[in-house]
């Protein structure tokens, strides 16, 4: 287990995922953009002017440094290559935090270009555990685990998520990354309400939360399906539960996440001032 006495925080105050085309616009003048997040994999190279702007920005603003890569749940044993990388990149930057998912993305060395869900079990349990120790002691930090969003159940699973969770956290010291979107999305895939979720987790170990938008679908029986899509706005049930979340968690950094079909700065940055209006409802 990680020392957590090197634990650092991100302000509880509004962030926004990094896109290139807003660096003018955060330089100029951010407003209620207070800090911001970089995917780990678009800054792994050895020069450019990617890293140049980043370095940049991290002088002016906290920067939480977000995985997507690792595949944290998968079978095998973590990519040393990818770790070192990691390592490096944590080396230089020295970001606020460092997060990642709940999910597998590798298998027999192939790499699958999406976050795949695990079933919760003592297995599962015990090699999700064994590479976040390997994680963090690699980069020489506490990480954060996000929930995933979820289409399906496990038949073979013996812990509910909210639980699952807390087990990985206690058994590893990493804190938690709550997605309340996914929270939303799930709820609504798998027929459950979504503040049961919300009352179940352990939010004590919060440490950032997250915000997207997501995409409507059906399934095969006329049924709401969400997609967990990072590109459009945030729908107003999703304020709602961040509003019942923050009532019970207290304030905490919240992280407005558009990946696809990135806007103008002018809406991005609106999803945030919402989120300060929602922090501001909540006491200190």
Not at 101 to 128: C, I
Not at 183 to 193: E, G, I, M, P
Request: charged share 20%; aromatic share 8%; proline share 7%.
């Amino acid at each position: 287990m990680l020392d957590e006495t090197r634990i650092t925080a991100l302000p509880n105050r509004p962030g926004v995922g990094y896109k290139p085309q807003h660096y003018s616009d955060l330089i100029s003048d951010a407003g209620d953009v207070a800090w911001l997040e970089v995917h780990a994999e678009n800054y792994m190279g050895s020069g450019g002017r990617p890293l140049a702007q980043l370095r940049h920005l991290a002088e002016r603003f906290p920067i939480s440094v977000h995985g997507v890569g690792l595949s944290i749940g998968g079978e095998g044993a973590l990519d040393p290559e990818h770790l070192a990388r990691l390592k490096h990149l944590v080396g230089w930057l020295n970001p606020t935090v460092f997060s990642e998912h709940l999910a597998w993305s590798t298998h027999d060395g192939a790499f699958l270009n999406d976050l795949l869900p695990l079933p919760y079990t003592q297995a599962t349990l015990t090699r999700v555990a064994d590479h976040i120790d390997q994680l963090q002691n690699t980069i020489g930090r506490q990480m954060m685990l996000e929930n995933p969003s979820s289409y399906l159940a496990f038949s073979e699973s013996t812990w509910s998520e909210p639980d699952f969770l807390r087990e990985v956290s206690e058994r590893t010291g990493c804190g938690l990354l709550l997605d309340v979107n996914n929270v939303f999305v799930s709820a609504t895939n798998l027929h459950y309400d979504p503040k049961d979720y919300i009352a179940d987790y352990p939010l004590d170990k919060v440490g950032e939360i997250h915000l997207g938008g997501h995409d409507e679908d059906e399934d095969d029986h006329g049924r709401p399906l969400l997609i967990d899509s990072h590109g459009k706005p945030v729908v107003d049930p999703v304020w709602a539960l961040l509003d019942h979340t923050l009532a019970l968690s207290g304030p905490r950094p919240i992280l407005i996440e558009w990946d696809n079909d990135v806007p103008e700065w002018t809406v991005l940055h609106d999803e945030a001032t919402r989120a300060t209006a929602a922090l501001s409802k909540v006491p200190a």
